[in-house]
Nanobody
Framework: EVQLVESGGGPVQPGGSLRLSCAAS????????MSWVRQAPGKGREWVGT????????HYADSVKGRFTISRDDAKNTLYLQMNSLKSEDTAVYYC?????????????WGQGTQVTVSS
């Protein structure tokens, strides 16, 4: 059974940082393209970035490029999202998902997500 468990969210002030984690199980994580997706209040899901696999550089949405960094630990089946210089518009529930920029948004499997609230 595919399971994705996100953690690490919380309240943070503008300009602050958070590190999100996604623990994955039930599939071959090390050879799976993984993405972070977010959903802000009242909006649809938005692709944040994708890690193809450890040997390749991740790629990011323009809205987070230069501020967010995706990494993965294939030995721990865990995906990470380091978020720096956070802005109020980054407030959302963050999910990890299998797939790339477009396929991740159509994924069948979703975790519970982790809430990130950027506010002063």
């Amino acid at each position: 059974e595919v399971q994705l468990v996100e953690s690490g969210g919380g309240p943070v002030q503008p300009g602050g940082s958070l590190r999100l984690s996604c623990a994955a199980s039930g599939f071959a994580f090390s050879i799976t393209e993984m993405s972070w997706v977010r959903q802000a209040p009242g909006k649809g899901r938005e692709w944040v970035g994708t890690s193809v696999h450890s040997a390749n550089l991740p790629h990011y949405a323009d809205s987070v490029k230069g501020r967010f960094t995706i990494s993965r630990d294939d030995a721990k089946n865990t995906l990470y999202l380091q978020m720096n210089s956070l802005k109020s518009e980054d407030t959302a529930v963050y999910y990890c998902a299998r797939g790339g920029r477009y396929s991740s948004l159509l994924s069948t499997y979703w975790g519970q997500g982790t809430q990130v609230t950027v506010s002063s």
